[in-house]
């Protein structure tokens, strides 16, 4: 989708655990030509997890039974709210260098198969990866320093509550 702002937008990312092996999920970025998580923009009808599971249904093809989402804190719930599952962090960086900034709520997924269908248009390189061959891409060039720090944190399991 385009930018809804010139300056920020608001997006949802997310690694998805294997449901065997201590491996994430990662796919090939094509516009930012790096080994990335994946995610995208929320629309401005979509509530972070509306767009967080279709995002899933599109770029991994799992169904909403097909993983679950991981909280990763406690909260508060008023009277009179919808709580959200939470996030693991709320980020802004840069996109590609364009001056453009994206706000980002990272989800922790369990997937429950090892079946992943991305829809059409989506990034056909995807695939589980270990924390070592992270880092060996990390070494190469083909992940940045966040997205290893973020997959070695992930697959630490120190976001369990």
């Known amino acids: 989708m385009a930018h809804i702002h010139e300056l920020y937008d608001f997006t949802v990312s997310f690694l998805i655990l294997h449901p065997t092996e201590k491996k ?10 790096c080994w990335n998580q994946l995610g995208g923009h929320i629309e401005l009808d979509e509530h972070p997890i509306e ?3 279709r995002e899933i249904e599109e770029e991994a093809g799992l169904k ?7 909280e990763t804190g406690t909260r508060l719930q008023p009277r009179g709210t919808v709580s959200l599952p939470l996030g693991f962090g709320l980020f802004i960086y840069n996109y590609a260098d364009s001056g453009h900034k994206h706000i980002d709520i990272p989800y922790i997924i369990q997937s429950h198969t090892t079946e992943i269908n991305p829809a059409e248009g989506e990034s056909k390189q995807i695939d589980w990866f270990t924390l ?3 880092r060996t891409m990390n070494e190469k060039g083909l992940i940045d320093n966040s997205m290893t720090d973020i997959c070695e944190w992930v697959l630490s399991g120190n976001y369990r509550v």
């Open 24 to 33: 994430l999920l990662l796919h090939y970025h094509r516009k930012l030509k």
């Open 51 to 53: 767009a967080l599971e």
């Open 64 to 70: 909403k039974d097909q993983y679950t989402i991981i």
């Open 132 to 134: 070592e061959e992270i």
